[in-house]
């Protein structure tokens, strides 16, 4: 199965979980291309995928320099950032979606600061109370709160992984849980600032449109199994 058959597929299940959520959002369609080459992005960038996540800041910027829709494409950080790579992140990316401490916001703000840009972010919550997963608790704290008051970043929405399950009942759970905390987060801050909610991958993106969600990381679904 080609990947314009695959790109078909995805969208088709996308408009389906639609119509059965209750939420009746815009869901936008981001291509997952960790490990992907070049040929494959821009063949998806050619069949109308216009945003792609990547997770690692270092392949990003190999691929990057030699992609000639490189400016035209929307290109989303979806992994764990390390300090360290925070302004080739900054340069090569379009937003943040994986902010998980206030730590790294706080450095991601100041780095914005230092090149006089407000840097699109999405925060990152553990949902699932799985240890190996990274984010914020699913609760209203100090420090996911003092997020909002800095500056030089726009936090737009939050972004989770689903648990590692096969569990539909818990996958859903966890995406309400997600949205729920959105509300709880607005209501707050007393602005409707949160509009986005990412969550949904290959596996699970059609129960994340259901429980609301606005974005999906979708790439074994287009590209099939990764190769390492």
Do not use: W
């Not at 058959?5 to 299940?13: F, G, I, P, R």
């Not at 270092?58 to 390390?82: C, M, S």
């Not at 937003?95 to 999405?122: G, R």
């Not at 909002?148 to 818990?170: A, R, Y």
Request: charged share 30%; net charge positive; proline share 1%.
């Amino acid at each position: 199965m080609g990947l314009e058959h695959k790109l078909k597929t995805v969208l088709e299940k996308i408009e389906v979980a639609k119509k059965k959520s209750s939420f009746k959002q815009k869901v936008e369609l981001i291509a997952a291309t960790k490990t992907r080459d070049i040929s494959q992005i821009e063949k998806c960038y050619n069949l109308g995928v216009t945003t792609i996540g990547e997770n690692r800041v270092q392949e990003a910027e190999n691929k990057f320099v030699d992609f000639p829709g490189f400016k035209t494409l929307k290109k989303r950080f979806i992994g764990h950032l390390q300090s360290n790579k925070i302004n080739k992140c900054l340069h090569f990316f379009d937003t943040i979606d994986s902010v998980d401490t206030f730590k790294i916001a706080n450095k991601i703000n100041n780095a914005s600061q230092k090149i006089s840009q407000k840097t699109e972010c999405l925060i990152e919550i553990n949902t699932s109370g799985e240890t190996q997963k990274n984010g914020f608790l699913p609760i209203i704290s100090k420090e996911l709160i003092s997020c909002f008051s800095l500056q030089n970043l726009e936090i737009v929405g939050l972004m989770t992984i689903g648990p590692n399950t096969s569990d539909e009942k818990k996958i859903k759970n966890a995406f309400s849980t997600l949205r729920d905390l959105k509300d709880k987060i607005n209501q707050e801050i007393g602005a409707n600032i949160l509009k986005e909610l990412s969550m949904g991958m290959t596996n699970d993106f059609e129960l994340g449109v259901e429980e609301g969600s606005t974005m999906v990381r979708v790439g074994t679904g287009l590209f099939g199994s990764r190769k390492y």
